[in-house]
């Protein structure tokens, strides 16, 4: 190139082609916005809550805990078919929608499992991360997504 090239600039390292930088720039451009849009596209919007829920304060906060924090394994419906638990190591992740716990399904047994996780699995503690009322609001989602009825030590207060 020559140094009077309208199309090329002398960085001190040499010429750079101005055409080639702006194709370089439009296609990150380009792959950047095709990638905002996918987002916008593919990622799903949980379902409003139902009536049932809706309706209680417990449930209601619990769901939202639930959505934010377990449904990426369990999924919406506690099926344990979350968009990342086929990527897990380790034993697959649990049903907690039929009801049906291997550790135990008594309102302190399923709070515990949330608390504290479950060794040798995925199962994350969210003791340190959740505030008791917290906890008790998720564990109490469980129950409902496990079409059981809400334990009321759930919706007592924490000593």
Request: glycine share 14%; net charge negative.
């Amino acid at each position: 190139m020559a140094p009077d090239d309208p199309l090329s600039v002398d960085d001190g390292a040499g010429a750079v082609d101005a055409a080639a930088a702006r194709w370089v720039f439009q296609g990150m451009l380009g792959l950047m916005i095709a990638g905002v849009l996918a987002y916008f596209m593919l990622s799903t919007s949980p379902p409003p809550p139902p009536p049932e829920v809706a309706g209680d304060p417990l449930l209601l906060e619990g769901r939202s805990i639930y959505l934010g924090r377990c449904a990426t394994c369990h999924g919406l419906e506690g099926r344990g078919d979350g968009p990342i638990a086929g990527s897990l190591l380790g034993p697959p992740v649990g049903n907690i929608s039929d009801g049906k716990w291997k550790h135990g399904g008594k309102p302190e047994e399923v709070l515990g499992v949330i608390s504290k996780g479950v060794d040798g699995t995925r199962m994350a503690g969210w003791g340190l991360v959740l505030e008791p009322s917290q906890l008790r609001a998720v564990t109490a989602y469980v129950f409902f997504l496990a079409r059981q009825p809400v334990p009321e030590v759930l919706r007592q207060s924490a000593p």
